[in-house]
């Protein structure tokens, strides 16, 4: 159920109205086969109330039928529409492989961590949480190579880096943040690093994007 409020609006419009519909028929198929309490039969029933039959009934679903899938056609391709475009930095960075990458050649291992997604007609938004063993050198050298690794996803990826931030040096950081454009797309990336002894940490990367207010 938690899934479905989180639904875009026409897609939720569309997850409640075909249910909505399914009961609609089912009601008027039971009321077809009944008829109202008192009524002898079908050819002695009160002239002045209308005999819902399954035939008639039918036909109303019949013509109603065509209604809803262009109903359903339509909200489908509001919300296709309207889906962000983003760069593909987000989803590459909610991804254990840079990490992987940067921390080969100390040994790197990683224990089960966590991350999740966020996304709206004008922003796309992942994080990500490592928590990182190594057999030889600090996490400092660690995070340096992460950076560069994340940079050179950007660039990869056609981004234009805009903004630099970095606490500690180029090799030995702490943490740090990149500020870019793709298109008519805004992005940041902010990774910090929590130390609890010289070869563990926990370290978390965040990327967001949005559509640019001057594209």
Known sequence: MRRIWKLNTPLLALALTVPAEIAFCLVGFIAGRMGRPGEPSRRGCNP????VSSLSLGRRLTMRTPIIIAFSVSLLGVTSCSRFSSSGIPASLN??????????????????????????????????RFY????????????????????????????????RGITGTSNNVQDFSFGYTWGGTDGIVRVFSF???????????????HQSTAG
């Open 195 to 209: 130390t609890s002894t010289n070869n563990e940490a926990q370290i978390v990367m965040v990327c967001y994007e």
């Open 48 to 51: 002045r109330v209308p005999w």
């Open 132 to 163: 990182t063993t190594l057999s030889s050198g600090k996490i400092e050298q660690l995070l340096a190579a992460y950076r560069r690794e994340i940079e050179h996803i950007m660039t990869s990826a056609g981004a234009e880096i805009r903004e």
């Open 95 to 128: 991804s254990d492989t840079p990490m992987l990458m940067a921390g080969h050649a100390q040994g790197i291992k990683l224990a089960p961590g966590s991350s999740g997604e966020e996304f709206g007609s004008r922003y796309f938004e992942t994080e990500r």
